[in-house]
T-cell receptor, first 112, second 111 residues
Framework: EAAVTQSPRSKVAVTGGKVTLSCHQTNNHDYMYWYRQDTGHGLRLIHYSYVADSTEKGDIPDGYKASRPSQENFSLILELASLSQTAVYFC???????????FGPGTRLLVL | QQKVQQSPESLSVPEGGMASLNCTSSDRNFQYFWWYRQHSGEGPKALMSIFSDGDKKEGRFTAHLNKASLHVSLHIRDSQPSDSALYFCAVSENSNNRIFFGDGTQLVVKP
């Protein structure tokens, strides 16, 4: 089965600080995604990428940047973390935009 | 605007019972449908996909798609406590390069 790993698995950050979440996939997939999930709710797409060195905005990109330095790696960057960004963040990958997505285990972020 | 509406928001069934989850999309261009399942503390995992009208059965799980009404359902027979999870419906269209997820149905199977 496709493998997607995320680091760190949990993080506590201070308001105004910089946070970087990392994602690595070994599936040779072209597409990678970052989602946010608030407690008990659905998945909201932040950024995605279908080729290295290029990223696209999703539905809630404000306050987030993304970086895709290689096919395997996709990072989510919070330049100035805010309380409202406390959530669980999931990375996913897929072969094409219409294929099944494979999710990582998530990163639990708490901003204080 | 929400692309995908799921109902009910939560559902409780007894062990061994039938659970029925519903999903309706708002765009006739959506042609591809998935059901994902997320256990507490884990990432979502694809349960099954359905791209053609009719039924698709995988073990205890049956998905039914009606493209004319933009409706897909998931039926879980002989529900087990391990089926307790958050279930997402997801849709995609030919011209798009992403999937849209619904807000999910929380299923609880009581022993």
């Amino acid at each position: 089965e496709a493998a997607v790993t995320q680091s760190p698995r949990s993080k506590v950050a201070v308001t105004g600080g910089k946070v970087t979440l990392s994602c690595h996939q070994t599936n040779n997939h072209d597409y990678m995604y970052w989602y946010r999930q608030d407690t008990g709710h659905g998945l909201r797409l932040i950024h995605y990428s279908y080729v290295a060195d290029s990223t696209e905005k999703g539905d809630i990109p404000d306050g987030y940047k993304a970086s895709r330095p290689s096919q395997e790696n996709f990072s989510l960057i919070l330049e100035l973390a805010s309380l409202s960004q406390t959530a669980v963040y999931f990375c996913a990958s897929s072969g094409t935009g219409k294929d099944t997505q494979y999710f990582g285990p998530g990163t639990r972020l708490l901003v204080l | 605007q929400q692309k995908v509406q799921q109902s009910p928001e939560s559902l409780s069934v007894p062990e061994g019972g039938m659970a029925s989850l519903n999903c309706t999309s708002s765009d006739r261009n959506f042609q591809y449908f998935w059901w994902y399942r997320q256990h507490s503390g884990e990432g979502p995992k694809a349960l099954m996909s359905i791209f053609s009208d009719g039924d698709k059965k995988e073990g205890r799980f049956t998905a039914h798609l009606n493209k004319a009404s933009l409706h897909v359902s998931l039926h879980i027979r002989d529900s087990q406590p391990s089926d307790s999870a958050l279930y997402f419906c997801a849709v995609s269209e030919n011209s798009n390069n992403r999937i849209f997820f619904g807000d999910g149905t929380q299923l609880v199977v009581k022993p």
